[in-house]
């Protein structure tokens, strides 16, 4: 199992989104207290820059996840937004950003319909909501949101271009593309290449790798407790290295930059 994990992406197309419901229904099964509620990597911050963020227990706990999702929106104005999660899985990152901004309405959409009806009941905020929907066949008329947000997903798509283009579909003219992802260094070039064929152009790129390590190795011990208390232990080193907890190797090639770790701010041409 913690061989699947480690080489998901690498898996054939056809057996990725099978798999990755199957995960999440191990995690739903596991999770018996709904505390799960982020699954990113975590980005630890620049000197000074989440200074001003002040959390209530249920998001201090997963800080370091928090203020990934607040870097990759840095550059939205909430205000009156309606805004699309793509993949938004247990929906955390969906419901900070909903109830600290107040956007005029957030739809989290993930493919697991069993995760989307665990979002539904485990965050309760105004103006949010959780759809189950193919991200490479967005359910949603076109132009629609103002923003688009995708956090540490577009990976497992089958076909990123496809989910490109749609994200550009459903975002008006003015709207924004907020991306932020693991991307190995030989495969940034084809991501960015991507990104343009779809009819986006870079407002802002990051190379956030030294941030998202940080932010891991000072999680580490934290992550390792939860998974310890929640998973049997023929599933431990599969979960160790979902959550890229210190000696796996997901870990390791973030630390070594075998894999990076970027993050975007797109409009469109």
Known sequence: MRKIVEKYVELPKSVRMPMWRVWHWLIRKMDVNG?????????????????????KDEHEYHRYAVQLYCHTTRNHVFAESNLLEVGCGRGGGAAFLAETFRPASYIGLDLNSGTTAFCNKRHKVAGLSFVTGDAQNLPFENERFDGVVNVESARCYPDMSRFFREVHRVLKSTG?????????????ATIEER???????IVEKKDIRPHVVKALHIDSANRKTEIDKKTPGFLREAFYEFAGVEGSNRFKIFKTGEMGYWSFTL???
């Not at 799960?36 to 959390?55: I, K, P, V």
């Not at 924004?176 to 940034?188: E, S, T, V």
């Open 35 to 55: 505390n799960a509620t982020f699954l990113n990597y975590g980005y630890s911050g620049e000197a000074g820059e989440f200074d001003h963020l002040t959390l």
């Open 176 to 188: 924004k593309f907020h991306f932020a992802d693991m991307i190995k260094p030989d495969d940034l």
């Open 195 to 201: 990104l343009d064929h779809a009819g986006f152009v």
């Open 267 to 269: 409009v469109k041409k």
